[in-house]
């Protein structure tokens, strides 16, 4: 899951109807944290000092004709390869016009932009300790890393009223079929294909989002999942959601999570659970909870925990306590 950033320094330029727009934001985060055992470095289940900061330049502008265009670029994830055209670095770009917009780079897919997951709350922690315990599902599916794809991804979507329709491709070896395996896999598609459908409404006071999508790589493995959350009065907020993987180079398997939320004035606060099935009677499981305190003025208190049940029967958290800094 990518983080907000707020904007704090822009340059404007206007010439008649069209403009053009460049803001620089920062995220930075300071704290404590303990990755676990089976995090980062296998067998470091130690508390450990954390800091981290990110830049985001972000770029607009407005065609004469009201076509509206951007880009941007996340300097924590821009690496050598975004001097590479056919790499993705951490730059998106974008064209919209209307309802329809097209983007390309590292953008989400249509199946990790319609499904919606349980992290809810709108809390976080420094070190994403409630997203990355074993039963946690991000929607990700295959965007980068499988057999050679690079996670540069093209995106369509299209926005009427509540409902919204996206398509995506990501391309594997260049978009060349691939000879040669990384992980043990030979002749796979050549694009992982996503499409997906989300509607949300507000409906007699209940905040609904719903989603439903596809993902598929040929001779790889098929996806499709689906979620749905309700925010209600009084900040609380909750969800579910279920995923079906058929795959070809390994066993099938199911997920489902569930989520809840409450957020009101400066405290926000969530904690979800989820469970992978495989398909020859394994299960791994997880929870993870984070909670906030808005300290104002772009500063906010961190804490958040997550539990691990591993396949192997081994189990294993983290924690993290800190502060978070939008700039």
Same mark, same amino acid.
């Given at each position: ?11 404007? %330029? ?13 995220? %930075?985060?300071? *704290? ?11 067998? +470091? ?19 004469? +004709?009201?076509?509206?265009?951007? %880009? ?49 709350? *709108? ?74 459908? *989300?509607?949300?409404? &507000? ?18 493995? &098929? ?41 009101? +004035? ?5 904690? +979800? ?9 394994? &299960? ?32 294993? &958290? ?5 502060? %978070?800094?939008?700039?």
């Amino acid at each position: 899951m990518k983080k907000i950033l707020f904007a704090s320094t822009a340059l404007v %330029a206007t010439a008649g109807i069209a403009s053009a727009e460049v803001t620089l934001s920062g995220y %930075a985060e300071m *704290g404590i944290y303990n990755p676990g055992e089976t995090r980062n470095d296998p067998g +470091n289940d130690e508390v450990q000092f954390f800091t981290d900061i990110d830049l985001t330049f972000t770029m607009s502008g407005e065609a004469d +004709n009201g076509l509206v265009f951007g %880009a941007n670029i996340d300097l924590d994830e821009a690496q050598k390869p975004f001097t590479n055209p056919w790499q993705q670095g951490g730059e998106a770009l974008f064209v919209s016009y209307g309802g329809a917009t097209f983007t390309m780079g590292d953008t989400d897919s249509a199946y990790d932009k319609i499904v919606p997951e349980m992290n809810l709350g *709108g809390a976080g922690s420094i070190a994403d300790d409630e997203t990355v315990h074993a039963g946690f599902n991000d929607g990700a599916e295959f965007d980068g890393g499988v057999n050679g794809s690079d996670g540069q991804i093209a995106r369509f979507d299209y926005a009427f009223e509540g409902l919204t329709f996206s398509a995506s491709a990501e391309q594997v070896n260049d978009g060349a079929e691939p000879d040669d395996s990384i992980a043990g896999i030979v002749d796979s598609g050549d694009t992982i294909w996503s499409i997906g459908a *989300g509607y949300k409404a &507000d409906l007699g006071g209940i905040d609904m989002n719903a989603g439903v999508a596809y993902l598929t790589l040929e001779d790889f493995a &098929d996806v499709w999942g689906l979620g749905v959350t309700a925010g209600f009065a009084g900040g609380f907020e909750v969800g579910a959601t279920y995923s079906d993987i058929n795959n070809e180079v390994g066993e099938d398997f199911e997920h489902w999570g569930v989520g809840l939320g409450y957020s009101m +004035n400066a405290l926000s606060m969530g904690v +979800n659970y989820g469970k992978y099935d495989f398909e020859d009677g394994d &299960d791994q499981s997880g929870y993870g909870v984070a909670v906030n305190y808005d300290l104002g003025g772009g500063l906010v208190a961190q804490a958040g925990y997550g539990y691990s049940e591993l396949r192997n029967g081994d189990d294993d &958290d983290s924690f993290s306590l800190g502060l %978070a800094m939008s700039f």
